[in-house]
């Protein structure tokens, strides 16, 4: 049986990734400090006997006494509310937090995954947005914090696969959605659905028109793992083509949730992309993944999740 550590096991993505690892036979330890991960998303995992919780913070050393095969790094609040809230937090857990997880693959020899982000593109200026674009970021915003945290995660990662030969992955996540995401996360879905089945106003920030692309996290968790087995060492990016606008998108929640809200417009944020779609190209080629789910259904199933809290 080979053991997986898990950084960020309690988060939203990082414990959909623990069920599906354990159902797939491997042993798996998850590692989170809880600042904005979950223990009711693992709780249920607690008596699996493959399975081990291990509260502490990446950005102290990890002592991991046995031995590791997979080390996949996810541990980062993601979410815009909190880059004001904890910017050093997100800033370290990008940057000494990847040393740390990269300091026990190194050690054990084991494949290394990091999880970054469609935000390494900043606001883009070319769409939709391929591997091999370098972005248009700024380094000082009040988003930098996770940004340049996760850039520096991508150079330091290359910098293990070229001098230690460590076998890393990096995986571009572009907007995932899902069942486990916080009520309070700020990010578009659990906002507009929370707002929804409360009838409350439906807030968009800037016109509307700026898009996105919704990929439900089972795609994504399938995705993570065919690169985690893969060979493939360059960045890959992962997320859905269906393009919408943001104001389409409320339209859409309001006809899932049949929500009495209305639509109400506040101020773009500084640095909000205006555009975000990948170029899955890679995806489909090298890991012959892409997503599948279709936004109607995860969004019903999120709904449903979202009126059961």
């Known amino acids: 049986m080979e053991t997986v550590l898990i950084t960020g096991g309690a988060g939203f993505i990082g414990s959909h990734l623990c069920d599906f690892l354990l159902e797939k036979g491997y042993r798996v330890i998850a590692l989170d400090n809880l600042i904005t991960g979950n223990i009711n998303n693992i709780e249920r995992l607690r008596n699996n006997e493959n399975f081990t919780f291990i509260r502490h913070d990446v950005t102290n050393y990890i002592d991991i006494k046995e031995k590791i095969d997979y080390v996949l790094h996810l541990a980062s609040p993601a979410s815009p509310v909190d880059f004001t809230k ?184 500084e640095d909000d992309p205006q555009v975000r779609q990948p170029d899955i190209s890679k995806a489909k080629t090298l890991l012959d993944w892409q997503p599948e789910i279709k936004l109607d259904d995860g969004l019903r199933k999120t709904i449903e999740y979202f009126r059961g809290l």
Request: a positive charge.
């Open 86 to 269: 904890i910017p050093i937090q997100i800033a370290k857990v990008g940057s000494l937090g990847t040393h740390n997880a990269l300091g026990v693959a190194k050690k054990n020899n084991s494949v290394f995954l990091l999880a970054s982000t469609s935000e390494v593109y900043g606001d883009p200026e070319m769409h939709p947005q391929p591997e091999s674009y370098n972005g248009n970021v700024s380094t000082i915003g009040i988003r930098s914090c996770y940004d340049e945290s996760k850039r520096f995660a991508e150079a330091i990662t290359m910098a293990y696969h070229r001098k230690h030969n460590i076998n890393t992955k990096i995986c571009r996540i572009f907007n995932t959605y899902g069942p486990r995401m916080r009520k309070d996360d700020g990010r578009v879905v659990p906002a507009f659905i929370n707002q929804a089945i409360n009838n409350l106003p439906i807030t968009i920030f800037g016109d509307g028109f700026q898009t996105r692309s919704f990929c439900y996290v089972s795609d994504l968790i399938n995705g993570i793992y065919k690169l985690m087995i893969s060979g493939v060492n360059e960045p890959v990016n992962l997320g859905s083509q269906d393009e919408m606008t943001i104001a389409e998108f409320a339209k859409k929640v309001l006809e899932l949730t049949n929500s009495s809200s209305k639509i109400v417009f506040k101020e773009l944020p």
